[in-house]
């Protein structure tokens, strides 16, 4: 019984010397929650490997989840969980931006710091919005880098994620707004989305029949991490080559094969990595009171520069990184490793 | 003889519940308390993660699929099976949410969102009108295929309605009440109790007095056991079974109103996919087995709430991701409808024996 | 008394060609087939040439599938755990190659068969020992198969990507011998084979007889409780197959990417005319189950190209349609066929 009790003692002691010894950094004592889409979705375990490297600077804990089947409800009882379980700041990529308002704002009504990520939440239900780049920007530079493969003309399609995906449904309206807008775009004749579900099997279904119906198709813009190597596959199974050609957001390890293959000159993608770096900066700040969501006020990041919070479409707060990177036949093999 | 009769109801499947919700409780608690005493070494503040008031608070989540176990049970105790249930449920959501813009333009506001949710129940009830329909008159398919199939004609209604947006009405008093049914919250006795419990607890009463208390549910498990005989015994098994499916679809359309009010009074074409299987876990559990004839409906409450601790104990205190939690469901499914059949056979092995014993005796 | 079986043979010779019909369910279903392949034709100029053959690619995976599935409908049982099990023996197989431990194709075949058979096997030994209904079981291994896909402490993994494949793997499913893939040849030996194996085989017949009564297979000396986990045995071992058919077919898997899948296999046994309850349907009615499965399949897309949202929607309502219209067509079979017997 004695030796228990001394092992115990040993272990408490021990245990209180190593939070001595790292109660210097910033973090510390921070539990951060993490919410996403969908458990099991590669983008964002890339996202939480950009919390790991925070946290390993800032010295805060976290704790990350998704739903299964990417539901609304789903987030929901996971967001409940981690405010049962006393986190300080709640960092979630929103499957449905109005769904969750309410059970965000009970976490705010309890001190908790909610910012969304990748995904927004509404405006009346977060803090602060941290997203890659501007959605017009996204948009507009996936249709410049296609048009300028198909040499502004021919048919243009896009394939999309859900059908009620907020993010990719913005995009495209960007996308169809400048094809409206630009004179450039004038000979590009656009066909309309088709729907693959972030499914590789419908993503490719889709695919397929969308080339059996318009066989002298040209340009493909793929908005979804999941969906781009189905259409890449199924453009290389219909011996389509060169013929098509697409470009969308993609894991640069998922298509590198197709980019070096031909299927694509360019794809693009923010690094999620650095997305949710970020993230992780501004909520330790946050919830240590450094920093204060407001119009024009500016953080510091190391490795960032002028990150400033502007006000959004929305009517909420936002701060862009601002940073998107393509990856083309000669660059996309430095990326495999990280996305 | 009086032990024996002891153990037997010690046997009985809601006792096995409670003592299963009894040690759940305690493993949780006792994790958290030590939890709590690894925060207070590292010298962070403590949470009491696990408690009965942060319990109580928090079944909303586990509460909005025991509506719709509620009528999968009367489906199961008939032996048939509704898969379609999660469909009907988001169709129900989405025609309240459809109509509930035009009525809001022609009445007031309060009388609009009553309409609307009386549409919101006749939807349920004519999606399991149309199951039942299907069940009864083509008995070849068994009731799986066949609201297999209903449930792709609902969901493609719902996207038919909605398309790909979320449905939201906003700044709208009326319609925002719909949060308070899965919110709001009474205080009984200096705890606040949510109303969503409440109204469940209602509902399950009904059900009980319907099932257990009635000629109806003598009725309906007699048709579990053996629908020839029951149809031989006089009772009209096909507008029966039909009646059963229609309750059913209104238990789901009851959840639907709940989920609206979960997810911040919004409304989408594919809510609650995926719930049917929570609700077929939680009636199983209850001692509903899918061969039909048998059941209770103290076994299905205790059920949800038996879900609702493992579920939130496994997700905060011992923090596993979702998908871990479903690996549980998943296990508990199965282990509770092998576990009954084992002791079946134990005692019969028992019974044997002892009549053995007595033949070589004699 | 001799004189009244000569008098119906007549009769039935009379009406060789109805009863013909009568008897082989799946004539009907084939001129079903061929009115919707006619139909879609005409509505989609030029459909049927350009693609046939994408019919018969998309159609193997579900019909090696639905070939398992038959066995286990005909002993009266149904498994809905097909579409998990199909990705939790591509994922591990897939992480075996991505992790440099399988190279060979047989290998990965091997897995991927392995994996399915243990999980039916499972199933089956708690359906027969534990006396649990099926759909219990097989929904509760739904859940268990999901969740173990993504966890680190068993597969390590989010999804296997083209990147993860050997070269020559990710050629091989979808090369061509005569102009064809070798993923149809699968399928049709699959099919061939299951084929003779319940014809012609003991342990085939048996599932037969325990399927139509169970009692009475029982009394024959039928070891009906081992008949029924190898039933489950062979669809698990095939949904491992497909696993690995999908995988070289798509280059990639993930967790719930043939969610729902299931649906259509069962879809496609139902359209092809096997009973649910067990001990009736033929191999043949289940290929042409699912070659009309993936007409449809192939077809909506070309007809509501721009109505996304209707897809489903259609699919659902044609597939519903077609198995109703099937049981009535039963019915007046049935109806003919007894009064020919007079009774």
Same mark, same amino acid.
């Given at each position: 019984m004695k030796k228990v009790l001394a092992i115990v003692l040993a272990l408490v002691l021990a245990l209180s010397l190593m939070s001595i010894a790292t109660a210097e950094k910033a973090g510390d004592g921070l539990t951060i929650g993490i919410v996403y889409k969908q458990s099991g979705n590669a983008y964002f375990q890339a996202g939480v490997s950009g919390f790991a490297k925070a946290a390993e600077e800032l010295g805060f804990e976290f704790m990350h989840d998704g739903p299964e089947d990417s539901s609304n409800d789903g987030q929901e009882r996971i967001i409940r969980n981690y405010i049962d379980m006393g986190v300080d700041v709640l960092c979630i990529s929103a499957n449905d931006a109005a769904g969750l308002v309410d059970v965000c704002n009970e976490a705010r009504a309890k001190g908790i710091v909610v910012l969304s990520w990748d995904a927004k939440v509404d405006a009346e239900g977060r803090d602060l919005d941290i997203e890659p780049a501007s959605a017009k920007a996204i948009g507009v530079q996936q249709l410049e880098s296609i048009a300028e493969t198909m040499g502004y003309e021919g048919q243009l399609a896009i394939v999309s994620a859900g059908a009620t995906a907020p993010n990719q449904n913005l995009w495209i309206s960007f996308i169809e707004e400048e094809l409206k807008a630009?004179? /450039?775009?004038? /000979?590009v004749e656009y066909l309309g989305v088709v729907y693959g579900d972030d499914d590789y099997t419908k993503s490719y279904d889709v695919t397929k029949s969308l080339i059996d119906k318009y066989p002298d198709i040209k340009g493909l813009i793929v908005p979804t991490t999941n969906g781009g190597p189905a259409v890449a596959k199924c453009i290389m199974d219909e011996g389509k080559v060169g013929q098509i050609k697409m470009t969308g957001l993609t894991l640069a390890s998922d298509m590198a094969e197709y980019i070096k293959g031909g299927v694509a000159d360019a794809t693009f993608l923010w690094n999620p990595i650095e997305l949710g770096y970020v993230t992780a900066y501004v909520g330790v700040a946050m919830a240590n009171g450094e920093f204060e969501a407001a119009e024009g006020a500016t953080i510091e990041v190391p490795g960032f520069e002028g990150l400033e919070v502007i006000p959004s479409d929305d009517g909420g707060l936002i701060l862009y990184l601002n940073k998107l990177n393509p990856f083309t036949p000669e660059t996309v093999d430095a990326w495999i490793d990280i996305l | 003889m009086k032990a024996k009769k002891a153990l037997s109801r010690f046997l009985r499947w809601e006792t096995m519940l409670i003592v299963l919700l009894v040690v759940l409780w305690l493993v949780f608690d006792a994790k958290d308390a030590s939890l709590q005493a690894a925060r207070i070494a590292k010298g962070r503040r403590a949470t009491d993660i696990f408690n009965f008031t942060n319990m109580l608070n928090g079944m909303g989540p586990y509460l909005l699929y025991s509506f719709m176990a509620l009528g999968m049970s009367l489906i199961l105790g008939m032996g048939d099976i509704d898969i379609s249930v999660g469909a009907i449920a988001a169709l129900s959501a989405s025609v309240m949410g459809t109509v509930y813009g035009p009525f809001k333009k022609a009445m007031s506001p309060g009388l609009a969102l009553a309409l609307a949710l009386l549409c919101c129940v006749m939807t349920g009830a004519a999606c399991g009108f149309l199951n039942g329909f299907l069940v009864t008159r083509f008995r070849e398919l068994f009731p799986m295929i066949i609201t297999l199939g209903t449930q792709l004609f609902y969901r493609g209604f719902c996207y038919l309605l909605l398309g790909g947006d979320t449905l939201q009405y906003k700044d709208d008093a009326a319609w925002a009440g719909l949060k308070k049914l899965y919110s709001g919250s009474v205080s009984i006795g200096g705890l606040s109790v949510p109303t969503m419990l409440i109204w469940f607890l209602l509902l399950a009463l009904m059900f009980f007095v319907f099932l257990h208390l009635t000629t109806g549910g003598r009725r309906l498990f007699a048709i579990g056991t053996n629908r020839v005989t029951a149809r031989y015994s006089g009772i009209r098994v096909d507008s029966f079974e039909l009646c059963m499916f229609v309750i059913c679809g209104v238990t789901a359309a009851l959840s639907s109103m709940f989920y609206v009010g979960s997810v911040s009074a919004t409304v989408r074409?594919?809510?609650?996919?995926?719930?049917e299987m929570y609700a077929i876990a939680v009636a199983v559990l209850g001692?509903?087995?899918?061969?039909?004839g048998k059941g209770n409906i103290v076994g299905v409450v205790l059920s949800v709430i038996i879900f609702g601790v493992m579920k939130k104990g496994l997700g905060t205190v011992f923090g596993l991701p979702d998908s871990t939690v479903n690996l549980a469901v998943g296990l508990v499914l199965i282990a509770s409808s092998v576990l009954p059949n084992l002791l079946e056979d134990l005692s019969n092995w028992r019974r044997v024996r002892r009549q053995h014993a007595e033949a070589k005796l004699s | 008394m001799k004189r009244d079986i000569s008098e119906k043979t007549r009769q039935k010779d009379s009406f060789s060609l109805l009863s013909y019909v009568i008897e082989h369910r799946e004539i009907p279903l084939l001129g079903v087939l061929a009115v919707l392949l006619a139909g879609v034709s005409i509505a989609v100029p030029g459909y049927f040439t350009g693609n046939y053959m994408n019919i018969l690619k998309n159609c193997s995976m579900n019909l090696v599938l639905a070939s398992g599935m038959l066995c286990v409908l005909l002993i009266g049982s149904i498994d809905i755990s097909v579409a998990a099990v199909l990705e939790l023996a591509a994922a591990i197989a897939g992480v075996l190659m991505r992790d440099g431990k399988i190279h060979t194709m047989i290998g990965m075949f091997a897995v991927g068969i392995g994996v399915g058979a243990l999980i039916g096997f499972i199933n089956g030994s708690i359906m027969s020992f534990g006396r649990v209904l099926p759909i219990i079981v097989t929904l509760g291994m739904t859940y268990l198969a999901r969740a173990l896909i993504p966890m680190d402490f068993i597969l390590g993994m989010n999804k296997i990507a083209r990147i993860d494949l050997t070269e020559y793997f990710k050629e091989f499913i979808l090369h061509e011998y005569l102009g064809i893939p070798v993923i149809v040849y699968i399928a049709g030996a699959v099919a061939i084979l299951m084929g003779l194996f319940l014809r012609y085989t003991r342990v085939g017949r048996s599932i037969y007889a325990t399927g139509s009564n169970e009692e009475a297979a029982r009394m024959r000396g039928v070891k009906v409780k081992w008949i029924k986990v190898l039933a489950h045995v062979i669809c698990g071992a095939l949904a491992g197959m497909a696993g690995i058919m999908r995988l070289g077919y798509y280059n990639a898997i993930e967790k719930g990417a043939a969610n729902g899948q299931e649906m259509y296999v069962i879809a496609a046994c139902v359209l092809g005319g096997v009973s649910v309850m067990g001990g009736y349907g033929k191999i043949t009615g289940v290929v042409i189950g699912a070659l009309m499965i993936a007409t449809i399949d192939s077809a909506i897309p070309q007809l509501f190209m721009n109505a996304t949202m209707m897809k489903e929607f259609f699919k659902g309502i044609l597939i519903l349609a077609a198995i109703l219209l099937n049981v009535l067509m039963q019915r007046a079979a049935n109806k003919r066929n007894l009064k020919g017997r007079d009774i």
């Open positions: 630009n004179e /450039k775009y004038a /000979k | 074409a594919d809510a609650m996919t995926g719930y001692g509903f087995s899918t061969g039909g | -």
